[in-house]
């Protein structure tokens, strides 16, 4: 009876040096952390629900409750706004100049950092870092010999004025990303395609670009969030409302309807939304290929 007592009790170590104030004292190293993970994305949040439910209100609800839910819910913000073509051109122009400018910089991207990571020649670093030159040069310090350029060729009021200035700034940081990756795929690899009777490009077509998608999923998330937000160039090429991006549709729908901050509200969120989808889509691979090309340089 006493041995079936003793096998059937649970064996449990005894921790001698096990000190009672071990795990509280390691909660409170990680506290700060935790803390200022909590503020910032409070700073995050806050500001876009207060916009989303902002939107569900009027005028004299966002005065006498801003923060509180709304009382009622104001749906005719947001509908008015989805049955306007005042958003819907914006939307259509912020698409095509997103996904164009999106294409062109990752396939030019792609060769070149395929070039710089798999190719040895003379100058390969020197003219590496001309490319990584371009970081330094912020787009606004630019946008005045930029338009005098754009004049000179007639790309003013063309969506070609948008879409070829931000493949141009798009480039060093795509290459950046890109090359790190590519240098990561073992070059077993490639001599084996090569004595498969591949050529250099087929191997970067049918292998090396398949084997990139984190990387790729990851510079396009940037190139598209990038054109979506960009404000001062399009301001700068378009003088036609027709061709105005979302960014400019904002400016022109505040200015037309400055005294209805809910409307506004509304205007703003919904303008957000496809940025933010293409972003929730593709997350997952954000973080993946940006650890995976800062891994090697």
């Not at 949040?45 to 006498?64: A, E, I, R, S």
């Not at 005719?76 to 051109?89: A, D, K, M, P, Q």
Request: proline share 7%; glycine share 8%; aromatic share 12%.
């Amino acid at each position: 009876m006493t041995d079936l007592k003793e096998r059937s009790a649970p064996s449990r170590p005894i921790e001698k040096n096990a000190r009672p104030g071990a795990r509280p004292r390691a909660w409170l190293r990680h506290l700060p952390l935790h803390v200022a993970s909590i503020v910032i994305g409070l700073t995050i949040v806050v500001p876009v629900l207060f916009g989303v439910l902002g939107g569900f209100k009027d005028n004299g609800q966002l005065t006498t409750n801003p923060f509180g839910l709304p009382k009622p819910w104001v749906w005719v913000n947001y509908t008015e706004i989805l049955t306007s073509s005042g958003f819907w051109r914006p939307m259509l122009n912020s698409i095509v100049i997103a996904v164009a400018t999106t294409v062109l910089v990752v396939g030019v991207s792609a060769l070149a950092a395929f070039v710089f990571a798999r190719f040895s020649f003379r100058g390969r670093e020197l003219l590496f870092t001309v490319f990584t030159i371009g970081l330094m040069f912020p787009f606004a310090v630019a946008i005045l010999p930029l338009y005098i350029l754009l004049r000179e060729m007639d790309l003013l009021d063309n969506p070609l004025g948008v879409i070829l200035p931000q493949v141009a700034f798009g480039l060093p940081v795509t290459i950046i990303i890109l090359r790190g990756f590519f240098r990561e795929i073992p070059g077993e690899i490639e001599e084996s395609a090569t004595i498969d009777g591949c050529t250099p490009f087929g191997f970067f077509w049918r292998i090396l670009l398949p084997m990139a998608r984190p990387a790729l999923a990851t510079v396009s998330v940037l190139a598209v969030v990038a054109s979506w937000n960009n404000f001062m160039l399009p301001l700068v090429v378009f003088n036609d409302s027709n061709s105005w991006t979302l960014p400019l549709g904002v400016q022109q729908f505040q200015g037309q309807y400055a005294a209805d901050t809910a409307r506004i509200l509304a205007y703003v969120v919904l303008a957000m939304v496809p940025s933010l989808a293409f972003y929730a889509v593709a997350e997952r691979h954000l973080i993946g290929g940006l650890t995976s090309g800062a891994t090697k340089g």
